[in-house]
């Protein structure tokens, strides 16, 4: 029972980040296979999660076992704080209402436009449909097996709560798309991509510090007051572009 | 083939880079931390929060330069 728990809890930043990767996913998926049919995206995305369990399973192996820990620890806090400052721009320049949230349904109307313009032949095998899903369903799991690597490389064991996690993320998200067959607009994306940037920030800090010989007191203690910095720096950059864009939303700067 | 590496490659550029300046400035504050990592062992305990504080930093500088330039645009 402490077992599961443990994992469970290990697992989590792995579940959130992940989810919010799928839910996009799926979006596409459900886009194609309800207006062009099911069997092409399902074998495209099927296909493109044998290229990704390929690269987790080369990556993820070859960075926990052969790669000297030192040098583990900076490669992955480096790469980790590059993913989440990326998230966490993004995320906050949302908040201060620079660029469009993020908006699930949006995009499946936009992408069920395109889909409905492009045609089909009902005897075609439907290959547009087919690299559609494959080429999203890679895109969104490459972000997640980074995900799984980020969080998991520290130790088989953090790989086995970040697989996990990644893993019950997936099964949540496509059960619940199976379920209603629309896009999963009631999760609160803008709020998790926000969160898990504000995570991917902290590990990376860690990470990077035990990488280049640095030490936390506590040690992975340490990630809480680190944490709480990200957000209290998150809480100023906001409250700071509202002080010099007052406006906002109403600002339409796409590429700030 | 070059054409799909080319590919592989931007989708792995986007993954980590929104923005340039951005990424430069993550990789120099950890440059510095380990260059006062190296010379000072007895800087080991402080050398995160060093990190730490030069990635706040560059957030806000990053966040209020991303806020001028929207709003030069929108002027």
Known sequence: ?256 | MSSLLRAIWDNTYGLLVDDGRLAVGALAAIAVSWIIAVASPSAQEIVGWVLLALVVALVLANIYAAGLNARRRAS
């Open chain 1, 1 to 256: 029972m402490e077992g599961t728990l443990a994992l469970a809890i290990a697992a989590t930043p792995s579940f959130i980040a992940s989810s919010v990767e799928f839910v996009e996913a799926t979006t596409i998926v459900l886009a194609v296979g309800m207006t062009r049919g099911w069997r092409a995206p399902l074998i495209g995305a099927f296909l493109a999660v044998l290229t990704l369990a390929a690269i987790v399973a080369v990556l993820g192996v070859t960075l926990v076992t052969v790669v000297p820990e030192h040098v583990l620890q900076l490669l992955v806090g480096t790469l980790l704080l590059l993913f989440g400052l990326r998230w966490l721009r993004k995320a906050l320049l949302r908040f201060a209402g620079i660029i469009a949230l993020h908006d699930e349904e949006l995009i499946y109307q936009r992408e069920v436009r395109e889909l409905r313009a492009q045609g089909l032949r009902k005897t075609d095998f439907d290959s547009i449909g087919m690299l559609i899903a494959y080429k999203t369903v890679l895109l969104e799991g490459t972000e997640v097996a980074f995900i799984v690597i980020a969080f998991g490389a520290a130790s088989v064991a953090e790989m086995t709560a970040a697989i996990s996690g990644a893993l019950a993320a997936g099964v949540i998200v496509v059960a619940f798309a199976a379920l209603l067959r629309h896009p999963l607009t009631m999760v609160p994306e803008n709020w998790m991509k926000f969160v898990v940037g504000a995570m991917l920030v902290t590990f990376g800090v860690f990470w990077a510090t035990e990488g280049i010989g640095g030490e936390w007191p506590g040690d992975a203690v340490a990630l809480f007051p680190i944490f709480a910095v990200v957000l209290a720096t998150s809480w100023t950059a906001v409250r700071l572009l509202r002080v010099v864009l007052p406006g906002g939303a109403r600002v339409e700067a796409r590429n700030v």
